[in-house]
């Protein structure tokens, strides 16, 4: 499920195992957009001139904006994987990143396969990273799985060139758990590092600012062999969550500002966030609306739910039941 111009798309389960997707519109009217794909839309971006990408499976599908029908198909990801982000690149070209294990640029107006990248883990990819090259796809890469310390930066639009490899934590000295992640926009880079150690170990973490590290946080694990916080991204440019099993930090990067009461997996640029699957707090007045998914006949199986980018409306689904709320945000009173 994912907000697009004009909607929500929805995919549901049939009796048959295959799945059937909508866009739902603000008047609740249902219009088909796929029918009986072998899974569900896992991924959608909106592209220039009025079309989306949707990713089912391997494969990805774009669909005209006006009209609803799928105009082209690109294959090239392995069969059996998994597209889990597709990012729009200037121009007609497109990023996906599937669980084969392998990042992609694609060029929408001629349906082909630029360029592909394979090397190691892919911890995340950024568009526009290198303000001296705004064409640059940088993908951020862990070249050996068996060494956490160690990234590297390739560009994908330049075939997988590499950029130096950049070691995280001193040679030899190894890490528990090591989360790297590229600030949207920028060339920074931000990290949490986990020293190997007992129970009383800390993660730290911190950014590099053209060369400089600065220390945003530690935080000591909680129990031995579990890193107090092991993933990172970026909900919007200036914030930053990271994420462990018990702990959470949000970090507003502009202002130094750090909130341990925030586990979000999205942010709005308006500065809203989804906390739960049926909760919003509004991160600039503190307010909470936690929204009643007992509404929904079977409340126990939420599937999905999807926060607009402007915080006008949520939306919660469960089997073959969707809810969609319409958020008003009062004004603040002195």
């Keep these: 499920m994912g907000h697009v111009p004009g909607g929500v798309v929805w995919s549901v389960r049939r009796v ?6 909508w866009l739902v519109r603000p008047s609740l009217e249902l ?10 839309v896992s991924a959608l971006a909106e592209l220039p001139g009025g ?17 609803r029908a799928v105009i082209k198909t690109l294959r090239g990801h392995r069969r059996g994987g998994i597209i889990w982000s597709l990012t729009s690149v200037s121009g007609d070209r497109l990023v996906s990143r599937s669980t084969d294990g392998t990042a992609r640029l694609w060029n929408i107006t001629r349906s082909r396969e630029l360029h592909q990248l394979d090397a190691g883990q892919i911890l995340g990819a950024e568009v526009g990273a290198d303000p001296n090259d705004p064409e640059a ?3 951020l890469t862990r070249p050996e799985p068996s060494d956490p310390g160690v990234v590297a930066l390739r560009d994908l639009a330049r075939d997988g060139l590499q950029r130096p490899l950049q070691r995280l934590t001193p040679e030899g000295s190894g890490a528990m758990s090591c989360a790297a992640a590229l600030r949207p926009g920028t060339s920074e880079l931000v990290t949490a590092l986990t020293p190997r150690g007992d129970a009383g170990a800390t993660t730290t973490l911190s950014r590099c600012v053209n060369g400089v590290e600065q220390v945003l946080c530690l935080r000591p694990t909680r129990r031995a062999g579990v890193a107090a916080l092991n993933e990172l991204f970026f909900p919007t440019p200036d914030r930053l969550m990271a994420l462990g099993a018990k702990d959470a930090v949000l970090v507003e990067l502009e202002t130094g500002a750090l909130r341990d009461d925030v ?5 709005t640029s308006s500065g809203l966030a989804l906390v739960e699957e049926a909760a919003v707090l509004d991160l600039n007045t503190g307010a909470r609306l936690l929204l009643p998914s007992g509404i929904l006949r079977t409340p126990k199986v939420l599937g999905a739910s999807s926060l607009a980018e402007d915080g006008a409306s949520f939306a919660l689904g469960a089997g073959d039941e969707l809810v969609w709320w319409r958020l008003h945000r009062s004004p603040r009173r002195c």
Excluded at 51 to 67: E, G, H, K
Excluded at 263 to 267: G, I, K, P, Q, S
């Design 16 to 21: 048959d195992g295959r799945f059937d997707t």
């Design 31 to 40: 219009t088909p957009l796929l029918s009986r794909t072998v899974a569900p």
């Design 51 to 67: 079309a989306w990408a949707l990713a089912v499976s391997a494969r990805i599908l774009v669909v005209d904006a006006q009209t």
């Design 137 to 139: 796809v940088l993908v």
């Design 263 to 267: 586990r979000a997996y999205r942010v």
